[in-house]
T-cell receptor, first 112, second 110 residues
Framework: NAGVTQTPKFQVLKTGQSMTLQCAQD?????MYWYRQDPGMGLRLIYY???????DKGEVPNGYNVSRLNKREFSLRLESAAPSQTSVYFC???????????FGPGTRLLVL | SQQGEEDPQALSIQEGENATMNCSYK?????LQWYRQNSGRGLVHLIL?????REKHSGRLRVTLDTSKKSSSLLITASRAADTASYFC??????????FGTGTRLTVIP
């Protein structure tokens, strides 16, 4: 079991460029989440998907879009990257309502 | 805004000592969870305590919950250098979301 995997591990973008962060889980979990972590801010929820085919906004959704491609995969897209989106992005999954969440290793994104 | 807030922000202790960190939150919760994050890694779940529980143990971890004060504490006994990490509390208030605090950075000196 790989658990939760994320790609890429590190990315540098220029302002205005777009990119998609990929996340996959092999635990047959219904719920998946995208967070960003900034120094001194803890983790903030961007979007989540309670089940395949549904997505909902979290605390900081502006500038992001998501796709729940199937039960395993949940991607996060930045259409036009901004320096304020420089952060570490974590994907997580859980079996249902947020009991234990399992986290991926993170993607470090730098927007210049 | 975030639900949980940890205290202290940073804690440095000698190996073998106990480490206590606290979490305060703002609204009624279903459960409260503690996670650990090693530097440069993802978060790892440590323990979950439900709103109708007051204390829970897991190995060297002891968690308490006081819903009247909207606070929780995490005690790590007989700390080891490997316990060096950041510790986050997370609260579940609604159906689908967890709210994470800003974390306590623990350093255990060998």
């Amino acid at each position: 079991n790989a658990g939760v995997t994320q790609t890429p591990k590190f990315q540098v973008l220029k302002t205005g460029q777009s990119m998609t962060l990929q996340c996959a889980q092999d635990m047959n979990h219904n719920s998946m989440y995208w967070y960003r972590q900034d120094p001194g801010m803890g983790l903030r929820l961007i979007y989540y998907s309670a089940s395949e085919g549904t997505t909902d906004k979290g605390e900081v959704p502006n500038g992001y879009n998501v796709s729940r491609l199937n039960k395993r995969e949940f991607s996060l897209r930045l259409e036009s990257a901004a320096p304020s989106q420089t952060s570490v992005y974590f994907c997580a999954s859980s079996g249902g309502p947020p009991e234990t969440q399992y986290f991926g290793p993170g993607t470090r994104l730098l927007v210049l | 805004s975030q639900q949980g807030e940890e205290d202290p922000q940073a804690l440095s202790i000698q190996e073998g000592e106990n480490a206590t960190m606290n979490c305060s939150y703002k609204t009624s919760i279903n459960n409260l969870q503690w996670y650990r994050q090693n530097s440069g890694r993802g978060l790892v779940h440590l323990i979950l305590i439900r709103s109708n529980e007051r204390e829970k143990h897991s190995g060297r971890l002891r968690v308490t919950l006081d819903t009247s004060k909207k606070s929780s504490s995490l005690l790590i006994t007989a700390s080891r250098a490997a316990d060096t990490a950041s510790y986050f509390c997370a609260t579940r208030a609604g159906a689908n979301n967890l709210f994470f605090g800003t974390g306590t950075r623990l350093t255990v000196i060998p």
